[in-house]
């Protein structure tokens, strides 16, 4: 269908100017409309780093992010709100649901943000509140439920303006395993119905498996860009876009494990596989042999 | 107006924090109402005394000594001037109380006492006998009556500039509000004055006048200069003579104006520290609604809002409280005339407001530069 919804070449993100952290590096990869996939990697290994760039909440030091055939680089601040607005949905590990508002109020935000009329956002508010399983609470302080309520009305509020694409950072990381596995249930029904993409940062390797792309980041690069890859390990590269990539050799098992075996933890000594692998995906990245990581100048 | 409705919300949740602003703004505006009628009323009854019960403008003769001749064109252009509320002729000379070996100069002006009157409010400040102006008789000030033991129905023997002598009979002794008056002043017919001048009855010393706005008198002189009518005469009038008056009320002015400042730039302070701390307080929800897309500007008017609503209604209360302390300090009964100056209220309301709206200038910017990436990184 035309464009893809997101592409991103060549990003880079390095953070200080005196003491220089280098959070993300060559990372290149695209992604088109109504997928469901997820980011994984070690903690610091630049995750958040990747979902807030590609959110327009950060920006990069290198490379561009390109939000449905819009060169991100290029616009403004308001524009870059207006595109957050119009085309994002973020989920939160932390809900981050304003206090002074209402259950229904949160959700209808992002809407009033968008200039919509109160009384249609209300009314979708409610179609969405109902959807997700909060009816009767749309009155309620957003202080007044539970963790895992609040991370929903943080989902509904996030789907409210009908985003393209929902970015989610570690949505569950403050829930328990009943509320994680509602809240994916519920990533996965919306995505069915309403076609919307997802992109789901996560270091639980047995939700990221749920999903139908896994993209593995560790030291701040992309190492790893499958889609369906551990549900047929035997296939190592069974991919079909054209910016689809191989998994690392050590990513795929040696053979006949399970569907459910856990991604192989990023190489704990990362830095010493790289210089004989091309561990990577995209372009760009393989162009830089040595593997920074977060590397301390 | 999104901006209004969470600030609005803001607001709200914090009760206490939103009443302690209102209340700051409250009692400074209060403090600058009170503090600035009582000042203006001071001023206005200090005025009054002063000049109240005098010509504020003066029409004579440019030739010292000549009469006016109050014609009826003058009289016409002199009451149809907008300024001036009263024109009494008058005729004035000096002459000398003799009793005994002691005497006493007194400045003696001649008219009809109700024309007199409203300037002088003989008749209302009588404080023994009943004024009358009749030929023959004289109203003379209390000291000047108590110093010579005259009393109402007393014979008075004047001595003229020119040497002759006259009796008058004292009608009324009146308090003028000032010593100088009292000792000084005294009032007969104006036939006995045009006989004692040697005026036709047109003929008058001077047209005392007095104004709507006393400090409006330079304007109203002026105006009357240039009128055809008034060739060949002269007009003062009394700010020219009164200069260590008006120094002292433009000392007492000046010195209103700095606390009211003073009072202002406390108000200020207080409002922009609190505007601060709330802006700090809400530094995370301003991160969230700009990561859903509000834009800079209107996160950056929540806290323009807050301080115009907290300014509009702290302010609201403010005049409510002056004007209220006011009126009850007029009731407790001073010996000035206290009224809220409504002008003035409305200026310090609208100063309040701007002051207000001025201090949340530093948290808006703040608010409108918040990078969202902040919050959401902190977590
Ligand atoms: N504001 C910042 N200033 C300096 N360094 C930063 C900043 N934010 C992140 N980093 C660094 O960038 C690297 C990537 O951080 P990032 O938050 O993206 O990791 P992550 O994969 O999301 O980790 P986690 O799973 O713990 O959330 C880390 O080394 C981190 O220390
Ligand atoms: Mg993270």
Do not use: C
């Amino acid at each position: 269908m035309g464009e893809p919804l997101l592409v991103a070449e060549d990003l880079g993100k390095t953070y200080g100017t005196e003491v220089k952290t280098v959070a993300l590096q060559g990372v290149s990869f695209t992604l088109e409309r109504g997928e469901f996939a997820s980011i994984v990697g070690q903690s610091g290994s630049g995750k958040s780093t990747l979902l807030n760039l590609i959110g327009l909440l950060d920006t990069p030091t290198a490379g561009s992010v390109a939000l449905d055939g819009h060169d991100t680089r290029r616009l403004s601040g308001n524009d870059r709100a207006r595109l957050r607005n119009e085309l994002l949905g973020f989920v939160f590990q932390f809900h981050h649901l304003l206090p002074e508002f209402s259950v229904l109020e949160n959700v209808v935000m992002p809407g009033l943000i968008g200039g919509g009329s109160a009384a249609t956002l209300r009314a979708r508010a409610v179609e969405v509140l109902g959807l997700l399983g909060l009816d009767g609470l749309e009155e309620k302080n957003a202080n007044q439920l539970s963790g895992g309520q609040k991370q929903r009305v943080a989902i509904a509020r996030a789907l409210l303006n009908r985003p393209a694409l929902v970015l989610a950072d570690e949505p569950t990381g403050n829930l328990d395993t009943v509320n994680t596995a509602a809240v994916y249930d519920l990533f996965r029904t919306i995505h069915r119905e309403l076609g919307t993409a997802f992109l789901i940062v996560t270091h639980d390797r047995a939700v990221a498996q749920q999903t139908d792309r896994i993209l593995e980041v560790a030291d701040g690069r992309l190492v790893q860009d499958v889609r369906d890859a551990y549900v047929s390990p035997a296939t190592p590269s069974p991919v079909d876009g054209d910016e689809a990539t191989e998994p690392l050799p050590e990513a795929s098992p040696s053979g006949g494990e399970e569907a459910t075996e856990p991604l192989p933890e990023a190489s704990p000594d990362g830095g010493e596989h790289a210089a004989d692998e091309p561990a990577v995906s995209g372009p760009g990245a393989h162009e830089e042999p040595e593997r920074g990581g977060s590397a301390h100048v | 107006m999104l901006s209004l409705r969470i600030a609005a919300r803001f607001l709200r949740k914090s009760p206490v924090q939103s009443g302690l602003i209102a209340a700051g703004i409250a009692f400074g505006i209060g403090v600058q109402v009170f503090l600035g009628s009582l000042i203006i009323s001071l001023q206005e009854s200090l005025v009054d005394e002063t000049i109240g019960s005098s010509p504020q403008v003066t029409v004579s003769s440019a030739a010292e000594g000549e009469p006016v001749t109050y014609t009826e064109v003058l009289q016409r252009t002199l009451e149809g001037h907008p300024g001036v509320t009263t024109v009494v002729p008058t005729r004035a000379y000096s002459a000398i109380y003799r009793q005994g070996d002691e005497s006493a100069p007194l400045q003696v002006t001649g008219g009809e006492l109700q024309r007199l009157d409203t300037i002088y409010d003989l008749s209302g400040r009588v404080t023994a006998g009943e004024a009358s102006l009749e030929a023959g008789e004289v109203v003379v000030g209390r000291d000047f009556a108590a110093e010579f033991g005259l009393e109402p129905g007393a014979r008075l023997t004047l001595v003229r500039p020119d040497g002759t002598a006259d009796d008058e009979t004292v009608t009324a002794v009146v308090d003028f509000g000032a010593a100088a008056a009292n000792r000084s002043l005294a009032f007969v017919a104006g036939s006995t004055a045009a006989e004692v001048l040697g005026q036709e009855p047109d003929e008058y010393t001077a047209v005392h006048l007095q104004v709507d706005d006393v400090f409006g008198s330079v304007a109203v002189a002026d105006e009357l200069a240039a009128e055809p009518a008034l060739e060949g005469l002269t007009v003062s009038e009394w700010q020219a003579e009164n200069e260590d008056l008006l120094g002292a009320l433009q000392a007492q002015s000046s010195s209103s104006y700095t606390i009211q400042f003073f009072v202002l730039l406390a108000v200020a302070l207080g409002i922009a520290s609190t505007l601060a701390i709330s802006a700090v307080q809400k530094t995370r929800q301003i991160g969230i609604l700009k990561a859903m897309g509000m834009k800079d500007r209107g996160a950056g008017r929540i806290f323009f809002w807050q301080a115009l609503v907290l300014g509009a209604g702290g302010a609201a209360f403010g005049v409510l409280l002056g004007v209220v302390l006011i009126l009850v300090f007029a009731q407790v009964g001073t010996t000035i005339a206290l009224s809220p100056q409504w002008g003035f209220t409305g200026i310090s309301f609208v100063v309040g407001v701007a002051v207000a709206v001025l201090s949340s200038i530093i948290p808006s910017r703040r608010t409108s530069r918040l990078d969202p990436i902040e919050v959401i990184q902190g977590g």
